[in-house]
């Protein structure tokens, strides 16, 4: 048993009908960012961010611009994999402040987020992203982001919109495998980004949610045996939707998987190995072996939150379009648990 395969969209389509409810024409998915994320309506219960992970060879870093309704929230967040040094800031303004922020509508719209603690910069043009971010006092020094990442062109990306109901839906967006180079400065320190082994994944995600939620996602974009290689994968979030946030990407070319995958992890030791599967064939055989485990917990009575995001190692295969199957080797990459009340 295979579930159906899930509807591909070719055109420009809005997300929303005239009342603010999901239009039935823009549920499937689609290989390029052609989704018009006209949210209005549902106070307090859109949710609209975007989230970008930069894989360097000695760093990881991340930055992500999230509006609530009821307040805008700003984190970036820095990794080095072998001392393991990690440090995170978060930004949080109440909704009165923050009239001016707007959220994009479209995938690749610039954005910008700057108040006294930290600036972020991410515009779009000819192709590349470029994502500029200063903080004075990050983990006690001052930081400096300058990446340049790249769009090959004719590369596909993941995009996808699953309806729970008419009334609450989301759009999201995962574009996987983008050459990054640059630099990120941490006080003395200079990590360098070079295209060839260094990419950047981004999440872009526009919807109106249920007040309960939990989910888990699963990403990476590396060099494998000379080809760039991502993975998405996601789970409970879209069981019974319909539609999968599942994917492969080999060399900008995409091979969507409509089948619902499973996590298998132990919820009291995040730090275990995880699995990762298909549910009724082969397609997918995943091992995760985690070496890091960042956690974020808010806790504001009416808005819950808590993260487990883990950083470390893909091991197993996965079965492509064509039939042939990819090995994959120590490939690095996050996964990460959310549950929230929002």
Request: aromatic content about 14%; hydrophobic content about 40%; charged content about 25%.
């Amino acid at each position: 048993m295979v579930q159906h395969a899930e509807r591909e969209i070719f055109e420009w389509t809005s997300l929303c009908d005239k009342k603010g409810n999901l239009n039935p024409a823009a549920i499937g998915y689609a290989r390029k960012p052609i989704i018009e994320c006209n949210l209005s309506g549902h106070f307090m219960r859109k949710k609209k961010w975007n989230y970008w992970c930069c894989y360097g060879e000695d760093v990881l870093f991340s930055v992500t611009i999230c509006h609530f309704d009821y307040a805008v929230s700003c984190f970036i967040y820095f990794l080095e994999y072998e001392t393991q040094r990690f440090f995170e800031k978060t930004v949080t303004i109440p909704l009165g402040v923050v009239k001016k922020l707007k959220m994009p509508t479209r995938v690749l719209e610039p954005i910008r987020f700057t108040n006294s603690e930290i600036n972020v910069n991410i515009s779009y043009f000819q192709n590349q992203t470029l994502l500029a971010v200063s903080c004075d006092n990050f983990d006690n020094e001052p930081l400096n982001v300058n990446l340049k990442i790249l769009h090959p062109v004719g590369d596909e990306s993941l995009n996808v919109v699953v309806p729970w109901n008419r009334h609450t839906f989301q759009f999201t967006a995962k574009h996987h495998i983008l050459p990054t180079k640059g630099f990120i400065k941490l006080g003395n320190k200079r990590y360098e980004f070079h295209e060839e082994e260094c990419f950047s994944v981004l999440d872009f995600g526009r919807g109106v949610w249920p007040r309960e939620v939990i989910w888990n996602w699963a990403n990476a974009s590396q060099r494998l045996r000379n080809k760039r290689v991502g993975l998405n994968f996601g789970g409970k979030w879209t069981d019974g939707t319909g539609m999968t946030e599942n994917a492969v990407f080999v060399d900008g070319k995409m091979t969507k998987i409509h089948e619902d995958v499973i996590f298998e992890y132990d919820r009291s030791n995040f730090k275990k190995p995880w699995y990762i599967t298909t549910k009724f064939t082969d397609s997918i055989m995943l091992t995760f072996h985690p070496f890091f485990e960042r956690v974020a917990k808010t806790d504001l009575k009416l808005v819950q939150s808590e993260v487990h995001q883990l950083v470390g190692y893909y091991n197993g295969k996965v079965k492509l379009e064509d039939g042939s199957t990819l090995i994959i080797q120590q490939m690095l990459g996050c996964i990460e648990e959310h549950v929230a009340k929002w």
